[in-house]
């Protein structure tokens, strides 16, 4: 009876849409000191659907009072302080970007063993599935998740697949362009 009282509860949370993003962009440009700016662009803002169900409308809404008018992307760096946060068109797509004034490498999930030798960052560098796709650094392959970035380097860049589109993906762009007055070009 549980069972069956659990699985009905979370079936409508398992089926209902989600943001998504094709692919996420990392920039971190390092001041030398241990402090710099981290760029973090979201391409291709999509809603995730299940079973035919269109959440698009809901999944925009969360899009901006969640993410750019809320609290959301500031949460995913908290020792960091978010400066900027936008959303625009690029290439036909709906594109995101959050910058980061960080302090100390750790604020931004970077890491050097005693200041010395090679810049490291897990991959994936957040709690979503990040599969990785390039970078100016080394990657540890699926046995050593890790980016290696050589000490000597002032600007580390990282990109990573989040969720190829497929039938079940529907761009957000369209919802985008109603909200700010821009017709379709």
Partial sequence: ????????????????GCLTVEHKE?????????????TVKYENIMSLSGEG??????????????????????D??????????KLFEENGKLCGLAVYRFKSLSDIRLFRY??????????????????????NGEYGGMDLPVVFWPGDFQILTLSTLVTGPDEHCTSLLDLHRKE??????
């Fill in 1 to 16: 009876m549980k069972r069956i009282i659990i699985t009905a509860v979370l079936l409508p949370i398992i089926l209902a």
């Fill in 26 to 38: 990392y920039r971190i440009e390092l001041s030398g000191d241990g402090t710099g700016t981290l």
């Fill in 53 to 74: 169900e269109d959440e698009s409308a809901d999944d925009y809404s969360e899009l901006t009072t969640k993410y750019l008018d809320g609290t959301r992307l500031a």
């Fill in 76 to 85: 995913e760096y908290p020792h960091a302080v978010l400066v900027e946060k």
């Fill in 114 to 135: 005693h200041d010395q030798g090679p810049y490291m960052m897990h991959q994936p560098p957040t709690s979503s599935p990040e599969e990785f796709v390039s970078s």
């Fill in 180 to 185: 700010i007055g821009v017709t379709r070009k």
